[in-house]
C-alpha cells in the first residue's frame, strides 16, 4: 500500500509538470498556480480539502474555457492519462485519483510500452479525432498515433501521458516521412536564438490566419535579394487573397 502511494505520488508530480507544460502551450498559464493540498487547508478553504492537489486559476484563460463551455477534451484527457479526475470549482479545481488505477511505472522498452491498453486507449482517440484519416496526406489506410514531440527526460512521460495536440494521426508512409522530417526541424531550431523560435510560432500563426498555409511558404520560399524575387513573392500573396475574397 506504501508503494502505490509513493508511485501515485510521483504520478501526481508528472501531471502537475504536464498541465504546467500545456498551460504553457496553448498560452493560459496566466496567473494559474497549483497549491498543496496542506496549504490549500491552511488557507481555511472549505471546498477540495479531500483532494491530492489543486490548481487555482482566477484570472487565467483556463477559467474562462472550464467555466464558459469551451471543449475541455484535451485537458481532461490528459489529467485522466495520469490516473487522476477533478472536481471543478468556480475559480479552482482539485485532483483525486482514479479507483484502481495502476500507477506503477513499467518497465522495458518502448515497443513494450506500446502494446500498454493506457496507449492502445489513446492512440484509438487520436485516430477518432482524425476521423480515421492520415492528418498529413488524407488516405483511410492503417494508422499510426506520431508522438510529434517528446518533453524533458526529466519528467519521462509514459506513451500515453501526452496531451492530444502532441499526437498526429498518420499512415505508415507519412510516419516515417514525418519522423525524418521532425528530425531536420529540430536541427534547424537549434541554430535559432530563444527569441527568435518565440518570435517564429506567433509570426506563422499569424500569417496562415490570414493566407493559406501554403500561399504563406510558397511566399517566404518566393523571397530573394533582387526586386524581381520581392515583387514575386508579394504577388503569391495578392493572388491568395483574390482567390479567398
Not at 472536481?87 to 513494450?112: A, C, K, N, Q, V
Not at 493506457?118 to 487520436?126: D, F, G, M
Not at 506567433?202 to 500561399?215: G, I
Amino acid at each position: 500500500m506504501q508503494l502505490v502511494q509513493i508511485d501515485m505520488k510521483l504520478n501526481l508530480e508528472r501531471m502537475r509538470a504536464a498541465i504546467t507544460e500545456w498551460l504553457i502551450k496553448e498560452e493560459m498559464l496566466g496567473d494559474a498556480f497549483f497549491i498543496d493540498i496542506d496549504e490549500w487547508r491552511a488557507r481555511g478553504e472549505t471546498y477540495g480539502t479531500d483532494s491530492l492537489l489543486v490548481l487555482v486559476f482566477d484570472g487565467s484563460t483556463l477559467h474562462t474555457m472550464l467555466n464558459l463551455g469551451c471543449d475541455t477534451e484535451e485537458f481532461d484527457d490528459l489529467v485522466e492519462s495520469f490516473g487522476f479526475w477533478y472536481e471543478l470549482g468556480h475559480s479552482w479545481m482539485g485532483f483525486y485519483p482514479i479507483e484502481d488505477y495502476d500507477y506503477s511505472r513499467l518497465t522495458g522498452s518502448y515497443s513494450t510500452k506500446l502494446r500498454d491498453p493506457r496507449w492502445a486507449k489513446k492512440a484509438a482517440l487520436v485516430k477518432e479525432r482524425a476521423k480515421e484519416s492520415c492528418q498529413d496526406c488524407g488516405v483511410k489506410q492503417p494508422l499510426d498515433a506520431h508522438h510529434c514531440y517528446y518533453t524533458t527526460m526529466r519528467q519521462a512521460y509514459e506513451p500515453w501521458e501526452y496531451p492530444l495536440s502532441a499526437l498526429r494521426a498518420l499512415c505508415r508512409p507519412c510516419h516515417v516521412r514525418r519522423e525524418q522530417t521532425e528530425i531536420r526541424l529540430r536541427a534547424f531550431a537549434a541554430s535559432l536564438t530563444s527569441d527568435q523560435l518565440d518570435a517564429l510560432r506567433p509570426a506563422l500563426s499569424h500569417a496562415t490566419y490570414w493566407y493559406e498555409t501554403a500561399a504563406v511558404f510558397s511566399f517566404l520560399s518566393a523571397l530573394g535579394p533582387e526586386e524581381r524575387h520581392l515583387q514575386a513573392a508579394m504577388q503569391i500573396l495578392r493572388d491568395a487573397r483574390n482567390e479567398h475574397d
